[in-house]
């Protein structure tokens, strides 16, 4: 009997990260692949304390962990200490992972699937003889503008920091979004270090890019065939979220607060705006307010995703009276099951940061998008949300740089009687699920990925 198999997927230790590798390991294991899922030991200590009990009886991954290096410094877990540190310790606490396990497992590791961000650990599988395969978990348009850097410095569209030398609108294509030079992935006004640090570190994932031999992506060619043209050995396997059988719950850091699907249940269809920005947005208390009072003077009803550090780092205060005020029409909660909550018959928007991962979940259910991004890829995706896809508007500061509630109003009103971007959203959404079935592009890509690791 031939041996299974074996793939370890490792991801970056952050959620937006997490959650669509831990995806693409379901699938493999769905299609006969064995797999060992490595996350740093902080991160699975968080993800086993959120898993229920009958998710980690079914999980068909084995889930194994190494060291961050930080235990002495745990406060660097949520900066740029992080990847300094894993750098440094993550090639060494891999490969004696992989060692391990190959002395252990009578069917060794043959193949390394991980994130771009960490590909220093691709170099790894190259040294010890194994396949690798790469995974970029943001948009596609922002790993096409990674590895142009180089041609954006040299034709002087960029300095050498990353800055943008004049005010003219970035083109990486004809067909593809403009980019403002504020909306570069790495772009940080007023902070140079970490404007380095992230243009560097978008360095590092072109170079890695360019050696692998497959680029995993979270998208589909009717979505971004676009980029895909321009970034080589890219094979688009997603909108990940469209393909049935995924556990969407398995790899979240935070326990869901399910009361929120009771809610739903209550509200009539197409009436409730879910308000979710994600695992690293943070608000002044100021802005913060300006949100509150927004939703509330909207006069829809709303289920708003509030973490207990999304103020500064710590809980917000809500406005005077403002809970009492929406409580008949507002739902808030700590973490919610996003996937399901996307496909409720009750929400009418999503109202989101515009990480990739909420992208393809909105996408994949045909909900309209209120853009309001925070860093990074963010802004680039309310480009194609805006602007190629149209499925959606976005917001505008005011002069003292605020997102007012007035504004939020407004854009409300006009995204939920705007029937052109409804309808786009759900040809979108069928054009998705059908590049996941049987005989669509994504479908057709993965089961090529399962030749080459079968090979």
Known sequence: MDLQHHVLVVPCPAQGHVTPLIKIAYNLAYHGIKVTFANSEFIEAKILAAMSD?????CPLRLV?????LDSHPEERNGPGLMDSLKKVMP????????????????PITCVIADLSVGWTLEVASKMGLKQVAVWTAGTGCLALSLHIPE?????????????????????????PLLKSSELTWSSPGN???????????????????????VLCNTCYELDSFSCAIIPNILPIGPLPAIKNLNPSSGTFSSHDLTCLIWLDKQPSNSVIYVAFGSTTVFSQKQFNEVALGLE????????????????????????????????RGKIVEWAPQEE????????????????NSTMEGLTHGVPFLCWPYMWDQFYNKNYIRDMWKVGLSLEHDEDGMISRHEIKTKIDNLLTNHGIKTNALKLMEDAKKSVTEGGSSYENFESLIKYLKA
Do not use: M
């Not at 270090?193 to 360095?203: E, G, H, I, P, S």
């Open 297 to 328: 003077l909207s006069g829809h009803s709303f289920l708003w995703v509030v973490r207990p550090n999304i103020v500064n780092g710590s809980f917000p205060e809500y406005p005077i009276d403002f809970l009492e005020r929406t409580a008949g």
């Open 92 to 107: 060494d606490n891999i490969e004696k992972l992989i060692k391990q396990i190959n002395h252990s497992d009578k069917e």
């Open 341 to 356: 909550i996307l496909a409720h018959t009750s929400i009418s928007c999503f109202f989101s940061h515009c990480g990739w």
């Open 65 to 69: 962990s190494y060291s961050d290096g």
């Open 54 to 58: 009958s998710d980690k009886k079914q």
């Open 192 to 214: 140079p270090t970490a404007q380095k640090f992230v243009l560097d570190l978008c360095l590092d994932v072109k170079q890695v890019a360019k050696n692998a031999s497959i």
């Open 152 to 176: 954006l410095i040299e034709t002087g569209v960029i300095d050498e920091n990353g800055s943008a030398v004049g005010n003219e609108l970035i083109c990486l294509s004809e067909e593809l």
